[in-house]
C-alpha cells in the first residue's frame, strides 16, 4: 500500500523560512505534488517533482529525492496568510495512471 | 481564471437516502476525478474517468457509487443509499493531462 507521512502540526513566525518534510513508500512512483488548504476550502496545487532536485516558485520551493523517498517544501517569508494545511501527495502508477495519494497533511500555524 | 465548480456546496440527507453531487470540469479538461476527505482525515481518491468511462476505482467506491459524464459539461457521484460513514467533503478534481489536478471548491455531504 501506499505510506506517506507528515508532521501533524507546525508553528513558525511571520517573516521566517519554514520546511516541511514528507517520506513515502509506495509500490511505484510517478511525481510528488504539493498541495494548499486552507480550512474548509480545496486544496490548491502549489508544486510538482518527478525529479530529483529543487523546483523553485517564488516563495515556495519543493525539494524530492527519489532514493530516499523524500520530499520538503520550503516557504520562504512567510505570511500570515500561509496559515494552512499543506498536502503531500504521490502519484503511483501501479495503483493507478494519475490518481494522487495523499499524507494526512501539516497544518501550519503562523505566528506573528 | 478557469475553475472547477461544484454544486451543492453543503447536502444535508437521511440515511437511505440516494444523493447526487455535481461538477463541472475546466472546460478543456480531459481527465475527471473524485476525492472524499471525512473531517479531520485525509483526502483520499475514489474514482478516476476518462473518455467517459471509469479509469480507476479505489476500494471506498463500491457498487453504491457511481459516476457519469452526463453532457459535455457535468461530471456526477451518485451515492445509491448512503450511510453516516459518507458524511465527508466530496472533492471534484480535473486535469488537462498526467498533470496537475484542479479541485473544485466541495460538496460538503451531512448524512443524519
Known amino acids: 500500500g501506499q505510506n506517506i507521512d507528515q508532521p501533524t502540526e507546525m508553528t513558525a513566525t511571520e517573516g521566517a523560512i519554514v520546511q516541511i518534510n514528507c517520506t513515502y513508500q509506495t509500490s511505484g512512483f510517478n511525481g510528488l505534488f504539493w498541495y494548499q488548504q486552507h480550512a474548509g476550502e480545496a486544496p490548491t496545487f502549489l508544486s510538482y517533482n518527478v525529479l530529483d532536485g529543487l523546483e523553485e516558485k517564488g516563495r515556495f520551493s519543493s525539494f524530492l529525492s527519489r532514493s530516499k523517498g523524500y520530499s520538503y517544501l520550503l516557504l520562504k517569508e512567510l505570511q500570515m496568510k500561509d496559515s494552512a494545511s499543506y498536502l503531500c501527495?504521490?502519484?503511483?502508477?501501479?495503483?493507478?495512471?494519475?490518481?494522487?495519494?495523499f499524507g494526512t497533511g501539516t497544518r501550519l500555524t503562523v505566528i506573528p | 481564471e478557469p475553475e472547477v465548480t461544484q454544486t451543492p456546496s453543503h447536502q444535508v440527507t437521511q440515511m437511505g437516502q440516494e444523493v447526487i453531487l455535481r461538477c463541472v470540469p475546466i472546460s478543456n479538461h480531459l481527465y475527471f476525478y473524485w476525492y472524499r476527505q471525512i473531517l479531520g482525515q485525509k483526502v483520499e481518491f475514489l474514482v478516476s474517468?476518462?473518455?467517459?468511462?471509469?479509469?480507476?476505482k479505489s476500494e471506498i467506491f463500491d457498487d453504491q457509487f457511481s459516476v457519469e459524464r452526463p453532457d459535455g459539461s457535468n461530471f456526477t457521484l451518485k451515492i445509491r443509499s448512503t450511510k453516516l460513514e459518507d458524511s465527508a467533503m466530496y472533492f471534484c478534481a480535473s486535469a488537462a493531462a498526467y498533470n496537475e489536478q484542479f479541485f473544485g471548491p466541495g460538496t460538503r455531504l451531512t448524512v443524519l
Open positions: 501527495a504521490v502519484r503511483d502508477p501501479l495503483k493507478g495512471a494519475n490518481n494522487l495519494f
Open positions: 474517468f476518462y473518455n467517459n468511462e471509469i479509469s480507476e
